[in-house]
């Protein structure tokens, strides 16, 4: 059985945004920036909600604007990896990403998961109650 990783950034004090609703402060030394390019490279689909896909939706198109070497890596693994937004109030999804905008069903993880035998990755505080519920052992996947 495959592994299903949730990840989110936690303030000591248990908080993920700023009073404001930032996600700013998060921002990555060198060192955990390339910790997460591992995460991700080593993640066969990625499941998020709206806002998280609308703040990474930057990496899409980042590769057009001068980066570190490292950043660029990422942002090419990021453009490759296969990615599922749950949302109700978003449009349009660029890139490798599928929306889905009703509830989440069991299934098998997707085909690009399966052949590069990665593991699936959710991420966002919203996100993980779509997994958190009992027998949900299969990667969602939007209905086709």
């Known amino acids: 059985m495959r592994k299903l990783i949730y990840s989110m950034t936690v303030s000591l004090d248990g908080y993920i945004t700023a009073p404001d609703g930032a ?14 390019t591992q995460q991700v490279q080593e993640t066969g689909v990625h499941l998020c909600g709206r806002r998280l896909y609308e703040a990474m939706v930057y990496w899409e198109t980042a590769e057009e604007s001068p980066l570190v070497a490292d950043h660029v890596k990422f942002a090419q693994i990021w453009k490759a990896l296969p990615k599922v937004v749950f949302s109700t109030t978003l ?40 997994m958190s519920r009992p027998r949900r052992r299969s990667i969602c996947r939007p209905k086709t």
């Open 91 to 130: 449009q349009s999804v660029v890139g490798n990403t599928r929306r889905s905008i009703g509830p989440c069903r069991p299934r098998r993880t997707s085909r690009s998961a399966r052949k590069r035998s990665e593991r699936p990755s959710v991420i966002g505080a919203e996100s993980q109650g779509m």
């Open 23 to 36: 996600i700013d402060w998060t921002a990555p030394d060198e060192e955990l920036f390339r910790f997460h």
